[in-house]
């Protein structure tokens, strides 16, 4: 099997997402779990921004790769469009940056020093596996805490996103292994 051989619509989720109650009760605890999932160091504007960096850095060696992971930059950046609009429901400036302690005056801006500046190949797909199984959990966590029954529904959808992108890139992890050998 060849990257090439990767149908990225295969992997797509065409379930809508959830729409976002206009009504939902406003909750600091989720609002902040959902900044941390929206501009953290591992967020959707973390990664995001990753998966563009390294869509660059395989162009010139294979297009569709590249393609593959602009597809996947595009989808977290709608997680990412998709979690500001949750944030303004909760009543929160969606800044790219970490709020601190709760405090929504004071933050830490994000920055480019959340990207890992892998060039090699497997080492930044084995980098994007532990990113999407750290978003996986992070998802999972606002879930199981949020009390608002809305957000659920959407992270829930965020989350099967976050597992197509975690089959893509084992895939892809696959393929570029057994070249090196």
Known sequence: MNI???N???YEITTPFPKLNENNPKDAKTASMIIDAYAGSKGELTASTQY??????VEPLNEHFHRLLELIAIKEMQHLEILSQILI???VN???CKYIDNNINICNNWSTSNIKYITNIVEFLKYNISLEKDAIKEYTNI???TPINNIKEIIARIIEDEKSHLTLFNKMLEIYENTQK
Do not use: C, W
């Not at 563009?52 to 850095?57: E, G, K, M, N």
């Open 94 to 96: 969606p800044k790219f």
């Open 8 to 10: 990225y619509k295969e």
């Open 52 to 57: 563009i960096y390294q869509s660059f850095i």
């Open 4 to 6: 090439e051989d990767i």
């Open 143 to 145: 879930i199981e805490k």
């Open 89 to 91: 429901n909760q009543g």
